[in-house]
């Protein structure tokens, strides 16, 4: 028995998605389409965004690194998956390991606070749109990116410290495609309750603090619209934030499902499926959601192309 407090360990090997060959070729396509898209989607984003003078607002501010977050926790775990994928036995290494794990929980713990900044922005452009440019400064805009990198980096760093602390009794198969913490506690043949329970504090406090910022803010911005007398103006005021409703609720209803249960819950078949949609299928949806409901991003992206394709003025 020993505790993972040095640096050479052997590899770990991973289970991945599914044994079976044929299923694995047919995956390895569609998660490479699914990675192309979010590469494309998330960085035509941000280029337009940058590039477009009338997205430089607080809402797009904030919605430029939520495509740089969606873009960097995708690219810890999908080329890694693509690999094993075509490769018969699923290694990765003991740093590798921990590195993926590490930057991964940093760039979730991140956007969740992130996704309640901007619920906080729409308050504010909502129910206080006379005060929105003095209270959504950029200063407390970038006072409010820092402080969501602050918790990831916090979040990381707790369940690193708590992981290295796990004894382990040989075992380096992690039943997973990628290093997850469950995955990853499940190789302990020691009690973990009391490592289980500081990840799990952590880690719900990180969502349930998140969750309770957006659920106050929809809750005003909510009683706010039933407030305006017109059906078009409703229509209007709901329009500016249902992007970003749509794209908290699939966020958090699969991370709940995922992390908010103790070890023993801990389902193999259930957890992949999850855990393929929040670290796979979500990156590439968020920039569909706001480019496809979103008129703003819709015309500045016409913009943009345009720009490009007018001739260069010889003065």
């Not at 921990?98 to 452009?125: H, I, K, N, P």
């Not at 952590?202 to 910022?213: E, K, Q, W």
């Not at 970003?244 to 499926?273: C, E, N, W």
Request: with cysteine; charged share 15%.
């Amino acid at each position: 028995m020993n505790t993972w407090n040095h640096t050479n360990e052997p590899d770990f090997i991973l289970t991945g998605l599914t044994s079976s060959k044929e299923i694995q070729l047919v995956l390895f396509p569609l998660f490479l389409l699914i990675y192309l898209v979010t590469v494309l989607g998330n960085t035509g984003m941000i280029c337009t965004i940058h590039l477009d003078a009338q997205l430089h607002t607080p809402m797009y501010f904030f919605l430029t690194h939520l495509s740089f977050l969606d873009l960097s926790y995708s690219t810890v775990i999908t080329p890694k998956t693509l690999e094993n994928l075509l490769t018969s036995v699923k290694k990765i290494s003991f740093m590798g390991c921990f590195t993926q794990l590490y930057f991964f929980v940093l760039f979730a713990g991140a956007e969740c606070f992130l996704l309640s900044s901007m619920a906080y922005d729409r308050y504010v452009a909502i129910c206080s749109p006379l005060h929105y440019p003095v209270i959504m400064s950029k200063r407390r805009c970038r006072a409010l990116l820092t402080c969501s990198y602050m918790i990831g980096v916090f979040d990381s760093s707790v369940n690193m410290l708590c992981l290295s602390r796990l004894s382990v009794c040989g075992s380096h198969v992690i039943n997973h495609f990628f290093c997850d913490t469950p995955a990853i506690l499940a190789l302990s043949c020691t009690d973990t309750h009391a490592i289980e329970m500081i990840i799990i504090i952590v880690s719900s406090s990180t969502l349930l603090v998140s969750l309770l910022t957006i659920s106050m803010s929809y809750t005003s911005i909510l009683s706010a619209i039933l407030k305006i007398s017109s059906t078009a103006g409703k229509r209007k005021a709901f329009s500016t934030c249902a992007s970003h409703l749509m794209a908290v609720t699939i966020f958090y209803s699969t991370t709940i499902f995922t992390y908010l249960k103790p070890k023993k819950s801990y389902s193999l078949g259930k957890d992949q499926v999850a855990s393929v949609f929040y670290t796979i299928v979500i990156p590439m949806l968020n920039p569909l959601i706001y480019s496809l409901r979103n008129k703003e991003v819709k015309g500045a992206v016409r913009r943009v192309i345009k720009k490009r394709k007018d001739p260069v003025e010889i003065r």
